[in-house]
């Protein structure tokens, strides 16, 4: 079949629209038809270059929510009509990460998704008889994809695809590091890196489990309102500060007992562990770097009691975590609508990235 595209050519170069060819699903595969699609600051990451695995042609996108279409043989946990979202972070219940609970990290599928590909080894798009790679296994900037079945949650079918689609991964993952991995404690200071797409959920999480002090951290003071709305109880622009560890660490008496870099910046990664309290602090990383970068601190910091951890897709399984956060929005227990600041068709999907990079938006959700 032919479904409508945006299709990234090569790093740096704007995203082109073209209708694609889209083979069915194979053994264990299912045919989606999107509805929505965010925008997630790691599809411009991936866009820029910067990523080890960014290969080219490919259809980028990973924050979805549409409708199975069609099943491929041996598909026993959806069929036709069901609601869902696609899972970066598959769940297949039955590998050795699946079955250690210390980890939400799948790795069934993790060597094909990261070369662009379904598992049997072969891509599912082409355009002009030439391949197309799939990205991070979903490849939502498709009006239509294929997924493996592990790789999709069945979710509530009343609830709005325009904003569910950012549980597949924003929300999830901010909210998810928070109370999957961080298991931040009712009375906690937190200090939040980064005020955006992630950043908001990260604070939203921190209110719902009853955190005492919510610090948020960025340069852009257009960011505020939001982040008060959602639970963050004082700010600080590094902008207006000689030290940014030791504001944070002044305004809480010692230092927080959690913090989470939001941004994918190696140096604020570094801050973000600094400005933990000595003994028992605990810094997440959520921000990807890109290639070639990495992190350093005085190993003292460690040995003095701080712990450096990193979170991946909020420490969520897919498909049996995803669905519940899809509920806790529906019974009003986590807010979404207010961070959705922007919508726009496929076609001006050019857009979405601007306004992110000029620091407009929050999350842009593509409408099908
Ligand atoms: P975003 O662009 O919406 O937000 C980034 C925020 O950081 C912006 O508000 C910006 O003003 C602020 N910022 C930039 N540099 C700063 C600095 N030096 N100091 C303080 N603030 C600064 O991006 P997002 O969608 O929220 O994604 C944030 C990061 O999380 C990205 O690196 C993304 O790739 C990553 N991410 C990771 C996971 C995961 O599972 N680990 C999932 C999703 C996104
Ligand atoms: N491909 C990159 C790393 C990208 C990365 O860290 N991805 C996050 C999700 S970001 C979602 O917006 C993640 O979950 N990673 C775990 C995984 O298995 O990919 C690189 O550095 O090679
Ligand atoms: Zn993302």
């Known amino acids: 079949m032919k479904t409508r595209a945006a299709v990234a050519f090569a790093a740096g170069k704007p995203l082109e629209i073209h209708d694609v060819d889209l083979q069915g699903p194979q053994d264990g595969e299912v045919l989606v038809e999107l509805k929505a699609t965010g925008v997630c600051h790691t599809d411009s990451f991936t866009l820029s270059g910067d990523d080890p695995e960014g290969e080219f042609p490919v259809i980028l996108g990973h924050e979805g929510a549409g409708i199975v279409v069609d099943v491929g043989k041996g598909v026993t946990s959806l069929k036709k009509g069901d609601h869902v979202i696609p899972l970066y972070t598959p769940e297949c219940r039955t590998c050795d990460f699946c079955l250690n609970p210390k980890t939400n990290l799948c790795q069934s599928i993790r060597s094909t998704q990261g070369r662009g590909l379904m598992p049997d080894g072969t891509s599912r798009f082409s355009l002009d008889g030439k391949p197309l790679l799939h990205y991070m296994g979903c490849s939502t900037f498709s009006n239509f994809t294929v997924l493996p079945e592990i790789a999709l949650a069945k979710i509530d079918p009343e609830a709005p695809f325009d904003k569910v689609c950012y549980i597949g991964c924003g929300v999830t993952t901010g909210l998810g590091a928070v109370v999957f991995d961080a298991k931040v404690e009712p009375g906690s200071t937190v200090a939040v890196f980064g005020l955006g797409g992630i950043g908001l959920n990260v604070i939203q999480g921190a209110r719902m489990v009853g955190a005492d002090k919510i610090i948020g951290i960025d340069l852009n003071p257009d960011k505020v309102p ?28 010692g230092g927080v007992d959690y913090s989470f870099e939001c941004i994918g910046n190696v140096h604020v990664m570094r801050q973000a562990l600094e400005c933990c309290h000595k003994g028992w602090g605990e810094s997440y990383v959520i921000g990807v770097a890109g290639a070639g970068q990495e992190i350093s601190t005085r190993p003292f910091q460690l040995v003095t009691g701080r712990s450096w951890k990193g979170s991946a897709f909020g420490g969520a399984r897919g498909r049996t975590d995803v669905p519940k956060i899809v509920d806790w929005y529906m019974q009003n227990k986590i807010d979404i609508d207010p961070l959705i600041t922007h919508t726009m068709p496929l076609d001006r999907i050019n857009d979405a990235f601007h306004l992110m990079h000029e620091g407009k938006s929050i999350r842009t959700v593509i409408l099908y």
């Open 226 to 253: 939001m982040a008060k709305d959602f639970g963050m109880t004082d700010f600080l622009n590094p902008k207006d500060v000689d030290n940014i560890v030791d504001a944070i660490v002044d305004l809480t008496g």
